[in-house]
Every structure is written in structure tokens, then in C-alpha cells.
């Protein structure tokens, strides 16, 4: 064994080596503040003779959440003779808090719970839809609009 310095001792099979780390600066590097959730309400109106009527069909939306689904009744048409449900179903949903405006992807329609479930977790088939807060958004033979926006 060597002695060096005054009462440092150095073996010659053994090594230790010590690392010393510094700790960041806080002010390069400012906290990220969460993303808001927002649950909107978005509204589904018809144009009735110049004015625009409720359906009373709201269709309800939670930011940052998965896929969302909903039904609906729908006449009859080419896979049923009478009246029966369609599902549909959103999901990639976003709120821009400074234009008021809600995006997401919709799927369906489909004509089962499970299969609307599997259609939008696989994103299949999807379509973008908007709406806001001040304008009637035509979507098919119907307009949305933003009824209400509650920060969760």
C-alpha cells in the first residue's frame, strides 16, 4: 500500500471512484402545466324555416379521455325496415379554450355497442368534426354548436 498526499491511501486492487452530479437549473427548464380537461356540451340543431330548432340530442365530450360513444334512433334505411339504433363514437376529442372550439375524430355509424367500441379503438373509417361556440356547423342533415364548456 502507497501512501499519497497526507491521508490518502491508495490500494492497488482496489479503485473508487466517485461521480458528482450538479443539479439542473430550474429556470432553463419551467414546470409544464397540465393540459386542462374539459367536458363540452355540444348541441344538435335543425334549420327550420330561417331558425335553427334543439334536437335535444346534446352529445357530451371529456378532452384527453378515450373513445366516447353515444346512439342514436335512425328510420329505417338499407340494413333495417324500421327504426333502430346507430352508434357512433369519438375519440382524439380537443378543446381550444382561445377560439372555443371542440375537434375530434367521430366513427360509425355502427349498429352495436361492441362493434362501434372496436371500430373506434381500431381507428378505423374516421371523420373530423369541429364545432363552436358561435357558428352553426353543418354535420350531414344536422348543425352542431357549443351549448357549454366546464373545465373538470
Given at each position: 500500500?502507497?501512501?499519497?498526499?497526507?491521508n490518502l491511501l491508495?490500494?492497488?486492487?482496489?479503485?473508487?471512484?466517485?461521480?458528482?452530479?450538479?443539479?439542473?437549473?430550474?429556470?432553463?427548464?419551467?414546470p409544464v402545466e397540465p393540459t386542462p380537461t374539459y367536458r363540452i356540451t355540444v348541441g344538435v340543431f335543425i334549420l327550420d324555416g330561417g331558425d335553427y330548432t334543439d334536437q335535444n340530442k346534446d352529445l357530451v365530450f371529456?378532452?384527453?379521455?378515450?373513445?366516447?360513444?353515444?346512439?342514436?334512433?335512425?328510420q329505417a334505411d338499407a340494413h333495417s325496415s324500421s327504426a333502430h339504433l346507430h352508434f357512433n363514437a369519438a375519440k382524439n376529442t380537443s378543446y381550444d379554450n382561445a377560439s372555443e372550439t371542440i375537434a375530434w375524430m367521430e366513427y360509425g355509424p355502427e349498429l352495436d355497442q361492441p362493434s362501434i367500441d372496436a371500430t373506434c379503438n381500431a381507428g378505423n373509417n374516421g371523420a373530423p368534426k369541429t364545432a363552436n361556440k358561435t357558428d352553426y356547423t353543418a354535420d350531414k342533415n344536422f348543425f352542431l354548436r357549443i351549448k357549454s364548456v366546464e373545465e373538470l
Open positions: 500500500m502507497k501512501r499519497i498526499a497526507r491508495i490500494f492497488p486492487s482496489l479503485a473508487l471512484f466517485v461521480l458528482a452530479c450538479e443539479k439542473e437549473d430550474d429556470s432553463t427548464n419551467p371529456d378532452t384527453q379521455e378515450g373513445c366516447q360513444s353515444w346512439s342514436r334512433t335512425a
